[in-house]
């Protein structure tokens, strides 16, 4: 079975743009998560969202938004780029919310 | 609100020896998960051991064990034959048992070299 994947791999844009990240979570995985980690520290959640529903929000502002399709997979939208949201985004699937968590390779955002 | 604490930024360590890595957290729940992930290179963030903490035998896995003391919330991992392909950043994670994969913590990540 494949794994998580995301697209695209390496994303750059500039200050003001607006970025969208794509996740394909595993076969059977009906919930999904998105990560930022920034440059030497840890992940810090963003979003989840199981069944199409979000089903939690991280401490990030309404530049972000997300939403999850019939097929499972998700889109994470950031709006007005700025500096500060360059960054790895990563995305985990799981077969439901509680369940563990499969890690994708994660989309390297820089914004310039 | 739960916290990771990992003290370590940094860690190095021969080929073949043994390095321990600490993580420490703060919870008040009674029943939780603790994992430790292998991020290399790559960037692909890999479940190495987790531990369900209602269980008292300290997780193993091949090379890799943790140390768990619930009492002191320390959940430390060992790597024993430490290989040149364990060189990665190493996070520590806390997850409350009913809790869904958002109420989940990171530490901030101890990088481990290992030198030939």
């Known amino acids: 079975d494949a794994g998580v994947t995301q697209s695209p791999t390496h994303l750059i844009k500039t200050r003001g743009q607006q970025v969208t990240l794509r996740c394909s979570p595993i076969s059977g995985h009906k919930s999904v998560s998105w990560y930022q980690q920034v440059l030497g520290q840890g992940p810090q959640f963003i979003f989840q969202y199981y069944e199409k529903e979000e089903r939690g929000r991280g401490n990030f502002p309404d530049r972000f938004s997300a939403r999850q399709f019939p097929n499972y997979s998700s889109e994470l939208n950031v709006n007005a780029l700025l500096l500060g949201d360059s960054a790895l985004y990563l995305c985990a699937s799981s077969r439901q919310g509680n369940t563990e968590a499969f890690f994708g390779q994660g989309t390297r955002l820089t914004v310039v | 609100a739960q916290t990771v604490t990992q003290s370590q930024p940094e860690m190095s360590v021969q080929e073949a020896e043994t390095v321990t890595l600490s993580c420490t957290y703060d919870t008040s729940e009674s029943d939780y998960y603790l994992f430790w992930y292998k991020q290399p290179p790559s960037r692909q963030m890999i479940l190495v051991i987790r531990?369900?903490?209602?269980?008292?035998q300290n997780a193993t896995e091949n090379r890799f064990s943790v140390n768990f003391q619930k009492a002191a919330k320390s959940f430390s991992l060992k790597i024993s034959d430490s290989q040149l392909g364990d060189a990665a950043m190493y996070f520590c994670r806390h997850r409350e048992a009913g809790g869904s994969n958002y109420k989940l913590t990171f530490g901030k990540g101890t990088l481990l070299t290992v030198n030939p």
């Open positions: 531990q369900e903490a209602y269980k008292q």
